[in-house]
């Protein structure tokens, strides 16, 4: 078998596995109370813990049973095929291990032109790696497929999408789209706006309250429409869109539960990222 072993741990989240549960236990006393709800998808960050904690604490404690989750993540290393998946395997993490169900990956394999099975582009990439100690401090050892796309194609997006909900059916799955949101500042190449603090949240928070209102509403095209307008820096808006795509002809509704911004804790408006909690219903 195939094992994976953590690449963000020590990064993105705690290395020693007592350490990265008081974290995870901490954000999930911190957000109190969530209602538990059956969830077909969710928009969950993957940056560090310590900045996004809350929204993914969210996510996370609202899920009411254990399925098997598609977790879809941005390839930020560019590695690999640009739509990529495995379909085997064990990826560890200092709290658990997490198997790839391999009979539904290789059935949305099958059922996608342009899906590659290609562990090279998962071996560095963290955006699926920080979703599964949430996952396994919940429910243990989770059944996964994962899925990194590093393409802007929309033929692609409504294929694996497609792929997707047709592999799905009749079962009990969540699928996850692993994204930050806005990235402002001169270190990511994208500030449209000048000013103080409260100019650039500002700013932030209107282009994300649209993307995030086009994923409740389901309307991938209009989130697309958003991202193209204001040329924004929402690093999973691949994997946003085809999440959209794959569960759109069955959901009824999303709900923003969480969203907040990296200035919170660094308090550095020269570089600040949006972080949204969406689940969908």
């Not at 650039?200 to 994923?215: C, Q, T, W, Y």
Request: with cysteine; net charge negative; proline share 5%.
């Amino acid at each position: 078998m195939i094992i994976r072993n953590p690449v963000a741990a020590g990064g993105f989240y705690p290395g020693g596995s007592s350490d990265l549960r008081i974290t995870i236990e901490r954000f999930m006393r911190r957000v109190g109370e969530v209602e538990k709800r059956m969830i077909l998808g969710a928009v969950v960050p993957h940056a560090g813990y310590i900045y996004c904690g809350e929204p993914q604490a969210y996510v996370y404690k609202s899920i009411l049973e254990n399925p098997t989750f598609v977790i879809i993540g941005p390839n930020h290393t560019g590695l690999g095929a640009p739509a990529s998946i495995m379909t085997e395997g064990m990826w560890k993490t200092p709290i658990g291990s997490s198997t790839i169900d391999s009979e539904m990956a290789r059935e949305i394999l099958e059922n996608s032109k342009f899906l590659e099975n290609d562990l090279s582009a998962h071996t560095q990439e963290h955006s699926i790696e920080v979703q599964l100690p949430w996952l396994q401090y919940r429910f243990g050892n989770v059944k996964f497929i994962p899925i990194v796309l590093g393409t802007e194609d929309q033929k692609v997006f409504q294929d694996v999408g497609n792929a997707i909900k047709r592999s799905i059916e009749g079962t009990k799955t969540i699928v996850i789209a692993s994204s930050d949101f806005t990235h402002f500042g001169e270190v990511y190449g994208y500030a449209p706006v000048s000013g103080g603090p409260s100019r650039v949240l500002e700013f932030m928070e209107k282009v994300d309250m649209e993307a995030a209102r086009a994923i409740c509403d389901l309307a991938p095209e209009r989130f697309w429409e958003v991202v193209k307008r204001y040329n924004a820096t929402i690093c999973g808006r691949a994997a946003i869109t085809t999440m959209l795509y794959a569960i759109k002809d069955k959901a009824t509704k999303g709900t923003l539960l969480k969203y907040t911004t990296s200035y919170e804790v660094s308090r550095d408006a020269n570089a600040v990222v949006g972080y949204a909690g969406i689940i969908i219903e």
